[in-house]
């Protein structure tokens, strides 16, 4: 029995002194997301972190992110506008919106090319956004809206997002100029083949491409071609000016705020590649690769003048470079 007893008053310590550790743990990340230093006995009491964090004297909405990182965090849904094209329909049709007749000959109504949905031309300005692409309809993998693939295949980001950065991960992270270095864009071409006819199914194996640098080309290639950038046109403008502004907590406030406005699979797709990007830099010893030159490589890949022009691009690439390094070195806050 006092063995039993001795036994159970060690383990309560064990448990005890483990508690302790996480709790003072967790002190430490608090205090280095707010700059605060604590003392080296954990003389400071800290409050709960969610009452902290809504302390007004920490004005930074950042940081108050910082500070709410471990709070769960309400999803978003991913809608979807309907993607409607002018349609001449054999034999009678009804509107699938009001239930009437359409009438006419030619080009009676309109259907979403995505989910296949028919209305009619005046219903389609009424339709919410809930368009569920059909699979059937999706007819490639690259150059295809982000939000209309990931709704088409359930997913919260593109396959190819994922199947490239985990095979990079997993046998590139040590290669040098990785992202930088361009792979034959032959077999780049080949890997964008295989991904449109086989999706996921697609093999982009060491056993089929040895260099990596084939796989980070085709990743690239992947998010310059999408129809709508990863960074939206309508958002482009306010990321430039957010890292024109002089002051450093600020130009992370509105990069932040910028990051709250991307559609959600924008933003998770975002989330997603900062993250990886940022374990490829704690390998810049072995690939050269630090959040500058990652952001050099990125910037106009993944934000796009709306208009297109070509001195627009020249004149903001500066920025284009700086927003993804930040977005890099700051991950853990920002996302």
């Given amino acids: 029995m006092e063995a039993e007893a001795s036994r159970g008053g060690l383990e309560g310590e064990l448990i005890a002194r483990m508690a302790k550790r996480q709790e003072r743990r967790r002190q430490e990340l608090l205090a280095l997301a707010l700059g605060v230093k604590i003392g080296c006995k954990g003389n400071l009491l800290w409050k709960p972190i969610k009452l902290l964090a809504s302390c007004p004297q920490i004005s930074s909405p950042v940081v108050r992110r910082s500070a709410l990182k471990d709070t769960p965090e309400k999803l978003s849904s991913y809608e979807k506008i309907h993607n409607f094209k002018v349609h001449t329909f054999r034999g009678p049709h009804w509107c699938e919106y009001c239930a009437n007749f359409m009438w006419g000959l030619i080009a009676q109504g309109v259907r979403c090319s995505d989910c296949g949905l028919n ?7 009424l339709v919410p956004s809930d368009c569920q692409p059909d699979l059937r309809r999706i007819k490639k993998v690259y150059s295809c809206d982000l939000t209309t693939l990931v709704k088409a295949h359930n997913t ?31 077999h780049i071409e080949d890997v964008r083949l295989a991904f449109d006819r086989d999706g996921e199914k697609a093999d982009i194996s060491g056993s089929a491409y040895a260099d990596i640098n084939i796989i980070a080309g085709a990743l690239k290639l992947y998010l310059r071609d999408l129809p709508i950038p990863v960074i939206t046109f309508d958002l482009y403008s306010k990321f430039i000016q957010a890292a ?14 910028g990051l709250l406005q991307l559609p959600p699979a924008h933003y998770e797709t975002l989330r997603y590649l900062m993250a990886h990007l940022k374990r490829v830099t704690t390998f810049e010893k072995y690939n050269l690769m630090n959040a500058e030159n990652l952001g050099i490589v990125f910037g106009p890949t993944l934000m796009q003048p709306p208009e297109q022009n070509a001195l627009t691009t020249l004149n903001d690439m500066r920025q284009q470079k700086l927003v993804v390094q930040l977005m890099i070195e700051h991950e853990d806050v920002l996302f």
């Fill in 156 to 186: 919260t980001r593109p396959m190819v997002v994922d199947m490239c950065i985990r095979e990079i991960e997993l046998r590139g992270m040590k290669s040098e100029g990785l992202y930088r270095v361009s792979g034959f864009s032959e």
């Fill in 119 to 125: 209305v009619h031309k005046q219903c389609s300005k």
């Fill in 244 to 257: 024109k502004l002089p002051n450093a907590e600020s130009r992370l406030e509105a990069i932040h705020e």
